[in-house]
């Protein structure tokens, strides 16, 4: 019983993590890393959070104009601001 449960764990972490690094996405969308902090700071796509001096982004949130994955699931819309809206 011990064995299950601790190999369910093992699957659950191993899946995705909370949050990716620029390389991870880089990955995900067979890009360069360059090209996804590109596209972050154009609004191409959701932004990453700043820890620091990292950049992680969202794995999963619900809402594909904050998670990478959820963004990519809705086919990549853009996550431009139009003007006068706030986030």
Avoid: F, H, Y
């Amino acid at each position: 019983m011990a064995n299950s449960i601790g190999a369910t764990a093992t699957q659950e972490r191993s899946v995705v993590p909370e949050l990716l690094d620029v390389e991870a996405v880089a990955s995900m969308l067979s890009v360069s890393t360059r090209t996804v902090r590109r596209m972050a700071d154009s609004g191409q796509m959701p932004r990453p959070i700043k820890i620091l001096s990292l950049c992680r982004w969202r794995a999963r949130t619900g809402d594909p104009m904050t998670g990478i994955l959820d963004w990519i699931d809705a086919n990549c819309p853009s996550c431009r601001q139009q003007r006068g809206q706030s986030r």
